[in-house]
């Protein structure tokens, strides 16, 4: 029973704080919705290939043209490519108009989006909704550290996952990038990054109330049956 109020309380506190958006001073398009679609006419991917500096602002995009282009609402077949996805892409974009979509690819060490600014002074935790497809490895990192995270919840269409970061970065000048890994097999949908004023309780934590809470439901179940 305590392990289940530790996980209603985290969730309850990322709500009193105002959502997600609060705590995300510093960073922008954290969210992915700023995108401009502007087809890049030179690219000899055109016309799924745009321009980055309209399509993920604030951003800088590696692994695929380099940072003057990524694709849209699509991926390569076979090398590393970086896309905004939107409502009619495949897949569509996970939440609102827009999301990322990162795919490993056998071409680069990885498909990486990332962007320097200041770490909020509160931040206790990173949150972001991803979806995977296939098999690989998803790698966040802040100020050069890799950020250890796990599955919170789950949605309709997404996985809520959160990473504790460490303190000292607190209101300093920070680079933060998502790599999908190089794997032939290896796509990311991310969208929804967020710093949130909670610590996020450990996997083990975690565990044990969604286990509480099965065993709770197998008795009541159980009990009907009486």
């Known amino acids: 029973m305590k392990t289940h109020l530790m996980k209603n309380t985290f969730v309850i506190t990322i709500l ?19 995108a401009v679609i502007t087809p890049d006419p ?44 939107g409502t009619s892409g495949f897949p569509p974009a996970l939440d609102g108009n827009f999301s990322i979509y990162l795919y490993g690819g056998g071409t680069a060490p990885s498909a990486s989006i990332s962007q320097t600014a200041i770490v909020p002074v509160s931040a206790e935790s990173l ?70 004023p909670s610590a996020v309780p450990e996997p083990s934590v975690l565990a044990l109330g969604a286990l509480g809470a099965l065993s709770l439901g197998f008795r009541r179940w159980r009990n009907s049956l009486r």
Request: aromatic share 16%; with cysteine.
């Open 127 to 196: 949150l972001f909704e991803a979806q995977q497809s296939g098999t690989g490895t998803l790698q966040v990192s802040l100020g050069g550290q890799n950020i250890s995270f796990s599955a919170i919840s789950t949605g309709s269409n997404y996985t809520l996952y959160g990473g504790n970061i460490p303190s000292a970065f607190d209101n300093q000048s920070e680079q933060l990038m998502f790599s999908a890994l190089e794997g032939a097999n290896n796509f990311w949908n991310i969208d929804d990054i967020q710093f949130s």
């Open 42 to 85: 030179s690219s000899p991917y055109y016309p799924n290939a745009v321009y980055a500096s309209d399509a993920i602002p604030g951003w800088t995009a590696t692994g695929f043209i380099g940072p003057t282009d990524i694709l849209y609402n699509s991926a390569s077949l076979g090398s590393t490519s970086v896309s905004i996805l």
């Open 16 to 34: 009193i704080f105002g959502g997600w958006h609060c705590f995300s001073q510093g960073f922008v398009n954290l969210n992915f919705e700023n």
